[in-house]
C-alpha cells in the first residue's frame, strides 16, 4: 500500500514537472513569435518607406506588411492565454480569460486589465504560469 502511494506520488510529481515545462516552451514560443514579428514590421515599413517610390505600391506594401505582423499576434495570444492564468490584485483569485476576453483587454507587458469573478471589479491582473 505505502508502495503504490509513493509510485503514485512520483507520477504525480513527474507529471506537474512536465506540465510545468511545456507550460514555460509555450510562453518562450510565444514571445519568439512576437520578437520575430516586431522584427518583419519594422524591416517591412523600412523597406516600403526607402525602397520603393511613393504611391500606391508603397500604401500597399505597408498594409500587407501589417496585415503578416498581426496574423501571428493572434496566435500569440492564444498562446498566452492557454498557459497560466491572472492573479486579481484586489483578492488574488486566478483568472483565466477567455480568448476574447484577453483579446479586448488592455495589457502592459505581461499584465491586463481584467474584471475578476470573484470580487467582480477591474484590475490590473499579472500573469502566473503556475495554474
Not at 510545468?20 to 512576437?34: D, F, G, L, R, Y
Not at 514590421?41 to 505582423?69: D, K, M, N, R
Not at 484586489?90 to 488592455?106: D, L, Q, R
Amino acid at each position: 500500500m505505502e508502495n503504490s502511494e509513493q509510485k503514485n506520488e512520483k507520477l504525480l510529481l513527474n507529471l506537474a514537472k512536465e506540465v510545468e515545462q511545456k507550460n514555460k516552451t509555450i510562453w518562450t514560443s510565444m514571445w519568439v513569435i512576437m520578437g520575430f514579428s516586431m522584427t518583419a514590421l519594422l524591416a517591412g515599413i523600412f523597406i516600403a518607406a526607402f525602397l520603393i517610390p511613393e504611391g500606391v505600391w508603397q500604401l500597399v506594401t505597408i498594409l500587407c506588411v501589417c496585415v503578416v505582423f498581426l496574423i501571428p499576434c493572434f496566435y500569440a495570444v492564444k498562446l498566452e492565454v492557454s498557459v497560466g492564468a491572472y492573479k486579481c490584485q484586489n483578492c488574488g483569485y486566478e483568472i483565466v480569460p477567455t480568448y476574447k476576453e484577453a483579446m479586448t483587454a488592455m495589457h502592459r507587458g505581461t499584465t491586463r486589465h481584467l474584471k475578476c469573478p470573484k470580487c467582480n471589479k477591474r484590475t490590473w491582473c499579472k500573469k502566473v504560469i503556475n495554474k
